[in-house]
């Protein structure tokens, strides 16, 4: 007598289907997705000039905060969040990750500043964007949109951080709260400086995320394409 094959529930079927649809490959094209969307429609504004507003709203009330103390610590803040701090990072975690993981990993985490640095000037010579007048005062002689701190600061810490997560070494709490965080802080420190417009950081916060979905979409690509553990472990010599 055989025994009959369970059938499995409407609700378990969808559960199953909606599993093997949200991948890590759905939330790549969704955060692409919404990073291009939000910063090609900034950037229309940006090139009309309708963005004063906002610029002018946001700038006025951080210019209304600033005291000697507050401008200090800001100013330590980006300085860690330099486009020069952030490439020093992702090569110092492109080392340990070539070490450890492979130099396939390891060019990803790199890959990500030096694209970020790419996109943000050329960006910024299309614009042509002044900056506000505080830029003067610290001797910021590049163009505003988008920030090119933001940028960076969004492009590796997010990439990392997705990579750490994805390797295990970090949980997605922490990745999402540290990889979250410290381009927000970067890009904060920008408005109090009054170096930058709101519409530079955000642009240059959307521009990062872009290129931290890019970087995880050539890490998951890798990933699928790299032998199993067991199978390197097995290729090793023995001593």
Same mark, same amino acid.
């Given at each position: ?116 640095? @790419? ?17 003067? @005062? ?24 997705? +990579? ?46 872009? +290129? ?28």
């Amino acid at each position: 007598m055989t025994t009959p094959e369970p059938r499995f529930s409407r609700r378990q079927w969808a559960l199953g289907w909606l599993k093997k649809l949200v991948t890590y490959w759905t939330l790549i094209a969704v955060v692409t997705a919404i990073a291009l969307f939000i910063f090609a429609d900034l950037g229309e504004d940006v090139a009309h000039k309708s963005t004063g507003w906002l610029d002018n709203a946001v700038r006025g009330w951080f210019l209304g905060h600033q005291n000697p103390f507050l401008y200090k610590i800001a100013y330590a803040f980006t300085w860690i969040g330099s486009p020069e701090v952030m490439l020093l990072i992702a090569f110092v975690a492109a080392v340990l990750f070539y070490r450890s993981r492979g130099r396939r990993k390891a060019g990803v985490v790199i890959a990500a500043p030096a694209a970020g640095g @790419v996109l943000s000037t050329g960006v910024k010579l299309l614009y042509g964007r002044a900056r506000p007048a505080g830029a003067t @005062v610290l001797n910021e002689k590049t163009f505003s949109f988008p920030s090119g701190h933001s940028t960076m600061a969004a492009a590796v810490m997010v990439t990392l951080c997705y +990579i750490l997560a994805r390797e295990k070494i970090i949980s997605w709490p922490a990745a999402i709260v540290i990889g979250g965080l410290v381009p927000l802080v970067i890009g904060l420190t920008r408005l109090y400086l009054d170096v930058h417009w709101a519409t530079d950081v955000i642009g240059g916060w959307m521009a990062g995320l872009f +290129i931290a979905a890019v970087s995880a979409a050539l890490y998951e690509r890798l990933r699928s394409s790299a032998p199993p553990a067991d199978a390197i472990e097995a290729a090793k010599p023995t001593a």
